[in-house]
Nanobody, 123 residues
Framework: VQLQASGGGLVQPGGSLSLSCSAS????????LGWYRQAPGNQRELVAT???????VYADSVKGRVTVSRDNGKNTLNLQMNSLKPEDTAVYYC??????????????????WGQGTLVTVSS
């Protein structure tokens, strides 16, 4: 499974940015797609996720500023971030929880990570 992230970059405080993550490969079913982030010196933390049923979870730190949307036909998760703050600066990672059939064996709940994309919020 490959997770291709796009977006990211430098944005001023108060600005907006959009990230996109596309999943491809040997996928039987996507259970959830999500975005996590890791700032220097910090642990990786949840930003937002969306399940196959459309239910969402947002970190308290981004609620009201961030929205996830999913294009099931393209296995893509979009992350729209508004009112960005310097503390949103981090490497953002796409995450996928998928079910797979591999050589006749069913593997539920395999987790994959994308390569990460840097978001810098600075004036």
């Amino acid at each position: 499974v490959q997770l291709q992230a796009s977006g990211g970059g430098l944005v001023q405080p108060g600005g907006s940015l959009s990230l996109s993550c596309s999943a491809s490969g040997s996928i039987f079913r996507i259970n959830a797609l999500g975005w996590y982030r890791q700032a220097p010196g910090n642990q990786r933390e949840l930003v937002a996720t969306m399940s196959s049923t459309g239910s969402t979870v947002y970190a308290d730190s981004v609620k009201g500023r961030v929205t996830v949307s999913r294009d099931n036909g393209k296995n893509t998760l979009n992350l729209q971030m508004n009112s960005l703050k310097p503390e949103d600066t981090a490497v953002y990672y796409c995450n996928a929880d998928v079910d797979q059939w591999v050589r006749g064996t069913f593997y539920p709940g395999n987790v994959y990570w994308g390569q990460g994309t840097l978001v810098t919020v600075s004036s």
